[in-house]
Nanobody, 127 residues
Framework: QIQLIESGGGLVQDGGSLRLSCLAS????????MGWFRQAPGKEREFVAA????????YYIDSVKGRFIVSRDNAKNTVYLQMNSLKPGDTAVYYC????????????????????WGQGTQVTVSS
């Protein structure tokens, strides 16, 4: 059974850092582009960042550019989201997701293109 398991969430103060991890099981991570999404209370789930299957390409929403870094270690079947200079507006449940791709450099920002999803990890940034 394919599973994506997020970890690393928690409570942090404004300006702090967290590193989220997403471990994939029963899935060859190198076949998938990986995305990070988040959902704040009362809001729709939104795209945050993505990395292509090769790791060559990354993409971020404007609000996290320069603060968040997405990376992957295909040998460990793990994707990471390093979050720095966190703000209260970053508070949300963060999800990783997998998108089967053919091109090693391809990635997507569209939720519906991601087939497999983790259960999410809570990130809370206090002011």
């Amino acid at each position: 059974q394919i599973q994506l398991i997020e970890s690393g969430g928690g409570l942090v103060q404004d300006g702090g850092s967290l590193r989220l991890s997403c471990l994939a099981s029963e899935l060859t991570l190198s076949d998938y582009a990986m995305g990070w999404f988040r959902q704040a209370p009362g809001k729709e789930r939104e795209f945050v960042a993505a990395v292509s299957s090769s790791g060559w390409n990354t993409y971020y929403i404007d609000s996290v550019k320069g603060r968040f870094i997405v990376s992957r270690d295909n040998a460990k079947n793990t994707v990471y989201l390093q979050m720095n200079s966190l703000k209260p507006g970053d508070t949300a449940v963060y999800y990783c997701a997998a998108d089967r791709t053919v091109a090693a450099s391809a990635l997507s920002t569209r939720i519906y293109e991601y087939r497999f999803w983790g259960q999410g990890t809570q990130v809370t940034v206090s002011s």
